[in-house]
């Protein structure tokens, strides 16, 4: 190790393993490096296989300091011998280290929930009320829940195009929705993408067994059945119409179709195998058609969009009135008549068969949506012997209702999910954590997948504006988790 | 000088076929790069020293995206050359 060795020493080797006799070895590479000499001295590079290439380099002259009295000095122009390793050789020296591999290195420091840059606050907020904002659809009556899904989706689709013309109250409407669709502009190009899709594939379900017979009858619906086909070929504009017209086809209808709306997929096989027993109910189908798929898709919408309900309950009332004035600027007129004859027709049977239908599913869900809220869950007893003892004022209820389910993200960390949850303060973590003592043993134990409960707490304990709360809430933190 | 013309070059002193020549190269290298990876510095006389240099894993910063990586630590082959080549080229 770490030997000054001469060529001579492994001369032996080399002969061994080539085969040649010492003799000739020695003087292969006397020659060899006389060569190498020769062709340095004569071209300035020497290319020696196997090994690499010896190249001689022109130095200029320049200053420098003298170190030890500093005077200035000039070193003289001069060459020099450089040397590069064939690939192979080099990559065989480096043989050691060769499985080493460059890796980016985080900021210095701890890193600390608290001090995460690329936390977008708003994101995570769509993130946790989903559950909450379906929740309140349902609970709000199905006409309402129809005039705003119309609305919703009609404001999305004309902000998007800015194709059809506006009377001055849908502006009106458009401008108390702009502001969230703005901000879930993002998301509203997903969703877009998901109905496509979605409108798609029923589309082309059902209307192939429909679209032969409509066309033949009514020119009206030949119209909507064109423009239907060209929805299938996925053009987005071409969606937003057929949505359009569904939303104006809905409007006489509201009152009688509203109930039968939050089970739209499930009717559809059904009306498509019961379709030849006459025209005008056909016609009905269709309409029923478009309608529910307007539906679905604002459904959808409406599911992952976050917004206040304050805001959204405004919406109907001044979408009522917009509607005739709607109906007089677009080219489909003529769709709400047939729609009324439709209703008044023979088949109202199957109509009310699907309505209780519907509302039986209504029904179910308004029970699961009970028993969710119903559900209870206590803190851990350590928490709660501790605010006994620390701040009996505050009156620490044992057993709290469950607000939500929240399933952990990859990568988050209880302090995080703090943060998702009580508006940007971390600090509230130690509450989650004792919430769920019975999945967490200790609050690192947290996995990407997780359901984690999250208390619903009163607002004297998780005030994210209040430096009380989270004086309390680090204390919990700092004494109990320590 | 390149490796073709060095080779015949070679072939033409010695009066060596070209499979002994091949073996030769070959076989020294691999006995260099043995010594070598052994930590010893082998001196071929007149010429200079190659020798095996560890370096140290770095801090290198990407100067486009800002990115800190660490780079590792690595082994390259050196070649000092030596007094005697190096006056004869500054003459």
């Known amino acids: 190790m770490n030997e000054k060795k001469s060529i001579q020493d492994i001369l032996s080797q080399i002969a061994d393993e080539s085969g040649a006799t010492k003799k000739l070895t020695e003087s292969f590479l006397r020659t060899l490096f006389e060569i190498a000499e020769e062709a340095l001295m004569k071209d300035g590079i020497a290319k020696i296989p196997n090994l690499g290439t010896f190249k001689v380099v022109a130095i200029e002259e320049r200053k420098s300091v003298n170190v030890q009295d500093g005077s200035e000095m000039i070193i003289p122009a001069h060459k020099k011998v450089t040397f590069t390793p064939e690939k192979n050789l080099k990559e065989d020296i480096n043989k050691p280290y060769a499985h080493l591999e460059t890796y980016v290195l985080k900021d210095d420091g701890p890193v600390d929930p608290d001090i995460d840059d690329n936390f977008d606050e708003d994101e995570v907020m769509e993130e946790v009320i989903p559950t909450a904002s379906v929740q309140q659809n349902i609970e709000k009556t199905p006409i309402q829940e129809v005039a705003e899904v119309a609305t919703t989706t009609d404001s999305l689709y004309q902000e998007e195009i800015q194709k059809e013309d506006k009377t001055p109250i849908q502006k009106e409407t458009i401008k108390e929705t702009t502001n969230e669709t703005i901000m879930n502009d993002k998301i509203e190009n997903e969703q877009v993408q998901s109905a496509e899709n979605s409108l798609e594939n029923n589309v082309t379900n059902t209307e192939s067994t429909v679209q032969e017979t409509i066309a033949e009858e009514q020119p009206s619906t030949q119209n909507e059945v064109s423009s239907e086909t060209e929805t299938t070929e996925g053009v987005k504009e071409e969606i937003a119409t057929s949505t359009e017209k569904s939303e104006v086809e809905e409007k006489p209808q509201q009152t009688e179709v509203a109930p039968s709306t939050p089970q739209p997929k499930k009717k559809q096989p059904a009306k498509a195998k019961e379709e030849p027993k006459s025209k005008k109910w056909l016609l009905w189908l269709l309409l029923g058609l478009l309608l529910v798929l307007g539906i679905l898709f604002a459904v959808k919408y409406l599911m992952d969009k976050q917004e206040a309900p304050t805001v959204k309950e405004e919406v109907p009332v001044k979408e009522a009135p917009a509607t005739p004035a709607k109906s007089e600027d677009d080219d489909f007129i003529e769709e709400p008549q047939p729609a009324i004859d439709c209703f008044e027709n023979t088949d109202q049977c199957i109509v009310m068969n699907e309505l209780e239908q519907a509302s039986k599913q209504e029904a179910e869900e308004e029970e699961d949506n009970a028993t969710y809220n119903a559900a209870t869950h206590s803190f851990d007893d350590r928490l709660v012997n501790y605010m006994n003892e620390n701040h009996p004022e505050l009156n620490f209820p044992k057993t709290v209702g469950i607000k939500e389910e929240y399933t952990v993200p990859e990568g988050s960390r209880l302090a995080q999910i703090s943060r998702n949850i009580y508006k940007g303060v971390y600090n509230y973590w130690g509450y989650l954590y004792f919430f769920n003592t019975d999945v967490l043993s200790s609050p690192s134990d947290i996995k990407p997948g997780m359901k984690l409960k999250i208390p619903d707490l009163e607002d004297k304990f998780v005030n994210p504006s209040s430096e009380k709360c989270k004086k309390i809430a680090d204390e919990i933190n700092n004494k109990l988790l320590k | ?91």
């Open chain 2, 1 to 91: 000088m390149n490796t073709k013309e060095i080779t015949s070059e070679i072939r033409k002193r010695l009066q060596l076929d070209a499979e002994t020549t091949d073996a030769l190269f070959s076989s020294f290298v691999d006995c260099l790069k043995e010594e070598l990876l052994n930590g010893n510095s082998v001196s071929i006389p007149s010429f200079g020293i190659l020798e095996a240099r560890r370096k140290k894993e770095r801090i290198s910063i990407n100067p486009v995206t800002k990115q800190r990586l660490l780079s590792p630590p690595k082994q390259s082959l050196a070649f000092k050359v030596s007094a005697i080549l190096k006056d004869k080229l500054n003459q």
